[in-house]
T-cell receptor
Framework: KQEVTQIPAALSVPEGENLVLNCSFT??????LQWFRQDPGKGLTSLLL?????REQTSGRLNASLDKSSGRSTLYIAASQPGDSATYLC??????????FGPGTRLSVLP | SQTIHQWPATLVQPVGSPLSLECTVE??????LYWYRQAAGRGLQLLFY??????ISSEVPQNLSASRPQDRQFILSSKKLLLSDSGFYLC???????????FGDGTRLSIL
């Protein structure tokens, strides 16, 4: 059974720092991986989706990488801003069309 | 563009009362639809998904049921709520299998 973990559970950084969020999954047979952002009391906003054949995807200050063989993905946020404060979740999609979510990393960017 | 609507945003219900949460999607046809529950400090748990009208798959045994009476309408129901049904309920859609999922704003359900 696929399990997804995210480290750290919470992170607090000063504004302007570059940071990395980690996502690990136990079964490397995934179809793709999706990163989401969740603001308090809100739904999830899709940030990036990486196909299993891709190594990385970029959108603005965000860059997500995928290493299927090691069961890891990282989300890199450059020049962090207070508006980046949110919970970031990753989810893997396996070949059975199952979405499995990680518990999330709660990010606070301090002005 | 596609949009997804969930209502109500918050709901407070007594134990034993019925439940109906509604989700609708605009701007697409024949979407895959999903209901998730998010407990405090935990990941999302898939409750139901649907690939078409009247087609519902349940992921976990529970006190809840789902229905899809129209192509872009997904309803989450219960006949008698339990305390353990409290949580944050999220509806999502995707264009098909393996496609990105897009979420509504969620319903915060509190059972008293």
């Amino acid at each position: 059974k696929q399990e997804v973990t995210q480290i750290p559970a919470a992170l607090s950084v000063p504004e302007g720092e570059n940071l990395v969020l980690n996502c690990s999954f136990t079964d490397s047979a995934i179809y793709n991986l999706q990163w989401f952002r969740q603001d308090p009391g809100k739904g999830l906003t899709s940030l990036l989706l990486i196909q299993s054949s891709q190594r990385e995807q970029t959108s603005g200050r965000l860059n997500a990488s995928l290493d299927k063989s090691s069961g890891r993905s990282t989300l890199y946020i450059a020049a962090s801003q207070p508006g980046d404060s949110a919970t970031y979740l990753c989810a893997v999609i396996d070949y059975g069309q199952n979405f499995v979510f990680g518990p999330g990393t709660r990010l606070s960017v301090l002005p | 563009s596609q949009t997804i609507h969930q209502w109500p945003a918050t709901l407070v219900q007594p134990v034993g009362s019925p439940l109906s949460l509604e989700c609708t999607v605009e701007g697409t046809s024949n979407p895959n639809l999903y209901w998730y529950r998010q407990a405090a400090g935990r990941g999302l748990q898939l409750l139901f998904y649907s690939v078409g009208i009247g087609q519902i798959s349940s992921e976990v045994p529970q006190n809840l049921s789902a229905s899809r009476p129209q192509d872009r309408q997904f309803i989450l129901s219960s006949k008698k709520l339990l305390l353990s049904d409290s949580g944050f309920y999220l509806c999502a859609w995707s264009q098909g299998p393996y496609q990105p999922q897009h979420f509504g704003d969620g319903t915060r359900l509190s059972i008293l």
